[in-house]
């Protein structure tokens, strides 16, 4: 996303970004701008679909399309560890919209045909948008934004004019408020329905999140005089708090809107008329300023006995513009290694950034530690926290071949399969599905411990391979025989237990837990470690990103919606990274879905095409 940043006492940096509606204001004639209010949730599973085809629908229409996902509803209730998305505003606007159901969107609050409800189901969204950009505005709407970011202090104006001035004593409603973009958390099925959105880690990129509104009035609206013919301008002066509901406010990626309604929030009369958004421009910005918050990824070296893993790690920058950093990695306390990192994250901004590949002689208990060194060669500063260190799994030994496995799954214990892999990855035992569907389906059996015996046939590298055929994971309901997952005994002694929130697949073929061990267990991340196909949806390219923790031998492929295979590539042997440019210059439109297949195994996703 791209900003204006004004320091004081230095440069002017660039050229500000062409948002809808800037000041001052026009006073031409023009057609409505639009505003999609979409409801949705975290624990939602067909959220992501909905976010998908609203950013569709804004990329389609730049400049002409407001969206405000508002966090709202059961699906929007956080379970334990999850953040807390929802607003005062927005659980009144979500009573207000009365969707039948989630993910629904209201278009300029105007109710599709027949329907009761402001909501709609989001086949029509695309419909209501169109209808709504063709027609005139009586009211021109433009506004500009300020952050001081060493107070925080917001200053926003906003313009009106009427081109066409209402009767006399007509009263219409101004609403100003604000989304934040880019917010990392979780989101049920995001890889399944939105997987340009799902990043390397596994989380998810909110974007457009409804952070509130700063109006006279607040949600019903503050009364604006329609039959004025000068420009109204408004002005809101607002310190911008550090978080809402314990999640943090990144003044770096808010965006502001402002939109006009006839009425304060009642099904008959409360029609949006026209709107506008803007990002803010920064003052008193600081020099740059860095900070590790984490490594994102996972560790597990399973049987190696040569270990080699590339840490990902997330910076925060607090100031200016970083274009370099430089990093000291070590594991087990060995001798560092440094890494001169070179990109761009901009004011405010976050970033995960690969360390290449780290390679070391595992021992019975291994750790790696990133730690930042320097910020734009010296000319920034690093932040107070400066490392980061991770654990590093090694595989387990046991004592005897014969081990018991208990599968615990959610309350869909129909949609469960598993196999045990030898290190050929050939199967020596399997199980599921089990009894019963839906919730509380099947009876108390549905909601037991699945207890199998089994003898290994020698001792090797094993993993645990776990499918949902549903391809949304172990997410719904709640198991009281113990949580989601699996564990792994001999006798009474526990070796392995994989007992935790619920899981996202992704797709059904798509494995989350995964053991190794050598007559032992410990879990391990699948082969695949990274999926990504962006632009999504694309034109005439999509660029596919692929990463495996070994060497593996892989291929892909494209295949239509009936089921045909349009493009197929034979990569040869991977280990790590590999970026794939896919032509699909000759493809129709349409929904297409890319094949990953590694050393047999194969990880799908959607392709979207556009022409």
């Known amino acids: 996303m791209k900003r204006t940043l004004l320091i004081l006492g230095n440069v002017v940096l660039g050229a500000g970004f062409s948002f809808a509606q800037q000041t001052p204001v026009s006073q031409s004639p023009q057609n409505k701008n639009v505003v999609l209010e979409e409801l949705t949730g975290i624990n939602c599973q067909y959220c992501p679909a909905g976010h998908l085809l609203a950013k569709q629908i804004s990329d389609a229409n730049p400049n002409r399309v407001v969206l405000v996902n508002i966090h709202a509803g059961g699906f929007a209730a956080p ?12 659980t009144a606007l979500d009573a207000f919209l009365a969707p039948e159901g989630y993910p629904a969107g209201a278009v300029q609050r105007t109710a599709f045909g ?158 949006i008329i026209s709107a506008a958004e803007v990002t803010p421009t920064y003052v008193n910005v600081p020099a740059a300023t860095a900070i590790l918050q984490s490594i994102n990824n996972e560790f597990n070296i399973g049987c190696a006995t040569n270990g080699s893993i590339s840490p990902i790690v997330k910076v925060k920058n607090s100031g200016d513009a970083i274009s370099a950093l430089s990093f000291s990695s070590t594991v087990n306390g060995g001798t560092p290694v440094v890494y001169n990192w070179t990109g761009n994250i901009p004011a405010f ?111 090797d590298c094993y993993s645990l391979k776990l499918m949902d055929s549903y391809g949304d994971g172990f997410t719904y309901g709640t198991n009281p025989a113990g949580g989601y997952g699996f564990r792994i005994k001999q006798g009474a002694n526990t070796l392995y237990t994989n007992l935790k929130a619920p899981f996202d697949f992704g797709t059904a073929t798509t494995v989350d837990g995964v053991l190794n061990f050598v007559l032992g267990i410990n879990e391990n991340e699948e082969v695949l470690t990274m999926f990504n196909i962006y632009p999504n949806p694309a ?71 556009i022409k």
């Open 349 to 459: 901004g976050t970033a995960d950034i690969t360390i290449p590949a780290l390679n070391f002689s595992p021992v019975a208990s291994n750790s790696v530690t990133v730690t930042l060194t320097s910020v734009n060669g010296g000319a920034g500063t690093v932040g107070a926290t400066a490392s980061a260190s991770k654990n590093i799994t090694k595989a387990a030994t046991a004592t005897g071949t014969m081990i018991t496995l208990e599968v615990m799954t959610d309350n869909y214990p129909a949609e469960t399969t598993w196999q045990l892999l030898n290190s050929s990855n050939t199967a020596v035992a399997n199980g599921g599905p089990y009894v019963g569907n839906g919730q509380n389906a099947g009876g108390a059996d549905a909601l037991k411990t699945k207890t199998h015996d089994i003898t290994l046939p020698g001792s």
């Open 114 to 271: 027949a329907e009761e409800f402001l909501a709609t189901g989001r086949e029509n969204w695309t419909s209501q948008v169109a209808a709504r950009l063709t027609e005139a505005s009586p009211v021109n709407i433009a506004m500009d934004a300020t952050i001081d970011a060493a107070t925080r202090v917001l200053t926003l104006n906003v313009e009106m004019f009427y081109t066409t001035p209402q009767a006399a004593g007509t009263n219409q409603y101004l609403n100003i408020g604000y989304v934040q973009n880019n917010f990392e958390g979780p989101q049920t099925a995001g890889a399944t329905y939105n997987p340009a959105a799902v990043l390397p880690n596994g989380n998810y990129l909110h974007q457009h999140m409804f952070r509130g509104f700063l109006n006279a009035g607040g949600t019903p609206g503050e009364a604006i005089d329609a039959s004025q013919t000068g420009v109204i301008t408004r002005t809101v002066t607002y310190t911008l708090p550090a978080a809402i509901n314990g999640v943090d406010l990144n003044i770096g990626e808010l965006e502001f809107f402002a939109f006009l309604h006839e009425g304060q929030n009642t099904f008959e009369d409360s029609k």
């Open 539 to 609: 034109q005439n390219e999509a660029t596919v990103d692929i990463a495996t923790n070994n060497n593996s031998k892989v291929s892909y492929q494209v295949i239509n919606a009936l089921g045909q295979v349009v493009i197929a590539d034979d990569l040869g042997t991977v280990n790590g990274q590999k970026t794939v440019n896919v032509n699909t210059s000759k493809l129709n439109g349409g929904m297409y879905f890319v094949n990953i297949t590694i050393n047999g195994v194969s990880t799908q996703k959607p392709l979207s095409i």
């Open 79 to 90: 379970g334990a560890g999850q953040p807390d998305l929802r607003t005062t505003a927005g």
